[in-house]
Nanobody, 116 residues
Framework: QVQLVESGGGLVQPGGSLRLSCAAS????????MSWYRQAPGKERELVAT????????NLANSVKGRFTISRDDARNTAYLEMNSLKPEDTAVYYC?????????WGQGTQVTVSS
């Protein structure tokens, strides 16, 4: 079955950087767009970034443009979210997502906390 496993979260000071990874299995990774979402306490889950197949197109939420980068390595079945210049408002649980067989598939999430 489809599995998405996020890693790389943690505690970082404002202005710092983190790189999140999403290891995928159970489907033909290279044939699907991948997305990152995040959910802060008391807020709805929001789309952060999307990358199409072969990395042809990437889209980022306005709140992270210029600071975050989404990428993928199809040989490793892994998607990445590079996060720079982190702000306290980036604190959230970050989830990897793929739409496979008309079903949205989610990982378990990884916590990112930006605090001094």
């Amino acid at each position: 079955q489809v599995q998405l496993v996020e890693s790389g979260g943690g505690l970082v000071q404002p202005g710092g950087s983190l790189r999140l990874s999403c290891a995928a299995s159970g489907f033909t990774f290279g044939g699907y767009a991948m997305s990152w979402y995040r959910q802060a306490p008391g807020k709805e889950r929001e789309l952060v970034a999307t990358i199409t197949t072969a990395g042809v197109t990437t889209n980022l939420a306005n709140s992270v443009k210029g600071r975050f980068t989404i990428s993928r390595d199809d040989a490793r079945n892994t998607a990445y979210l590079e996060m720079n210049s982190l702000k306290p408002e980036d604190t959230a649980v970050y989830y990897c997502n793929a739409l496979v067989g008309f079903k949205y598939c989610w990982g378990q999430g990884t916590q990112v906390t930006v605090s001094s």
